[in-house]
């Protein structure tokens, strides 16, 4: 059974950084698409960035700016998010996510979920 396990998540002060992994099984890393979405309380699931399994390519809504950057270790089917300069509007339930393709930044375009993992940012 396809399976996403994230791990990472927890409880950090504004300022600190935190990396996220996502550990896909076997069947999973053939995904086109694979990363992270965030949700806020309240809030809707937002799309954080992505990764194509095969070419490397990245969408990503702040590594512009330098503050979060998606890698992947194909060998270990693995993913991470890291995350730095946090504050408090980082806060939520991270998601990792796998899919087929189709819009990168669409939450329709995955097809496979993980459970989440929690991230605060509270001083």
């Known amino acids: 059974q396809v399976q996403l396990v994230e791990s990472g998540g927890g409880v950090v002060q504004p300022g600190d950084s935190l990396r996220l992994s996502c550990a896909a099984s076997?069947?999973?890393?053939?995904?086109?698409?694979m990363g992270w979405f965030r949700q806020a309380p309240g809030k809707e699931r937002e799309f954080v960035a992505t990764i194509t399994w095969s070419g490397g390519q990245i969408y990503c809504i702040d590594c512009a700016r330098g503050r979060f950057t998606i890698t992947r270790e194909k060998s270990d089917n693995i993913i991470y998010l890291q995350m730095t300069k946090l504050t408090a509007e980082d806060t939520g339930v991270y998601y990792c996510?796998?899919?087929?393709?189709?819009?990168?930044?669409?939450?329709?375009?995955?097809?496979?979920w993980g459970q989440g993992t929690q991230v605060t940012v509270s001083s």
């Open positions: 076997e069947r999973t890393f053939s995904r086109y698409l």
């Open positions: 996510a796998a899919g087929p393709g189709g819009a990168p930044m669409t939450a329709a375009s995955y097809d496979t």
